[in-house]
């Protein structure tokens, strides 16, 4: 079966500091990976995506993605990681042999004290 | 610029009442739609999507039951809703899945039902 862990619940970071929000995935062949973020009592919003190329994506608000084939992952980053950061952090993956689904992780709160 | 709207933001319904959530696109045409549910503010479960209209898949065996009448509308349905109902529902909206399938989605702002 095809899932996506992210195996921590909590992240807390300072701000200033660097953030990881990590992430694996299982899935049939060479997947598409996601990132989302969701801030309280509204919907989710699209950060970045993988899909082919360069293993280092960059997406909205300052985060990064790195694909990590032997790994199997998939982790979230920031250089400097700022209050406004605090939120609730998704990752997904969609399988290149299947149609229209997507299968997302159980979800991180990062949280960064000022 | 493609904005998806959802109604009501919040509803508040006794055990056994029917329930009809909606949720419509605006700004692309023959989208993939789909219904999740969230509870207590963690994962995601998928309910319903759709490719087209009239065309529902089910991801789960509930109460809950979903139409899509026009091309951009998604509606989510109960006849009689249970406790286990409540959460915070949320549509979401993708590019139909052409050659390149690594689309996202894009959600719309959610609706937080409470059944008591």
């Known amino acids: 079966a095809q899932s996506v862990a992210q195996p921590e619940d909590q992240v807390n970071v300072a701000e200033g500091n660097p953030l990881t929000v990590k992430c694996t995935y299982s899935?049939?062949?060479?997947?598409?990976l996601f990132w989302y973020v969701q801030y309280p009592n509204r919907g989710l919003q699209f950060l970045l995506k993988?899909?082919?190329?360069?293993?280092l994506v960059k997406g909205s608000y300052g985060f990064e993605a790195e694909f990590n084939k032997s790994q199997t992952s998939f982790h979230l980053k920031k250089p400097s990681a700022l209050v406004s950061d605090s939120a609730l952090y998704f990752c997904?993956?969609?399988?290149?042999?299947?149609?229209?689904?997507?299968?997302f992780g159980s979800g991180t709160r990062l949280s960064i004290r000022p | 610029s493609q904005t998806i709207h959802q109604w009501p933001a919040t509803l508040v319904q006794p055990v056994g009442s029917p329930l009809s959530l909606e949720c419509t696109v605006e700004?692309?045409?023959?989208?993939?739609l789909y219904w999740y549910r969230q509870a207590a503010g963690r994962g995601l479960q998928l309910l319903f999507y759709s490719v087209g209209i009239g065309q529902i898949s089910s991801e789960v065996p509930q109460n809950l039951s979903a139409s899509r009448p026009q091309d951009r509308q998604f509606i989510l349905s109960s006849k009689k809703l249970l406790l286990s109902d409540s959460g915070f529902y949320l549509c979401a909206w993708s590019v139909r899945a052409g050659v390149i399938r690594g689309e996202e989605q894009f959600f719309g702002p959610g609706t937080r039902l409470t059944v008591l």
């Open positions: 899935v049939s062949g060479n997947p598409y």
């Open positions: 997904a993956s969609r399988s290149r042999l299947s149609a229209s689904k997507i299968i």
């Open positions: 700004g692309t045409s023959n989208p993939n």
């Open positions: 993988y899909i082919t190329g360069d293993n």
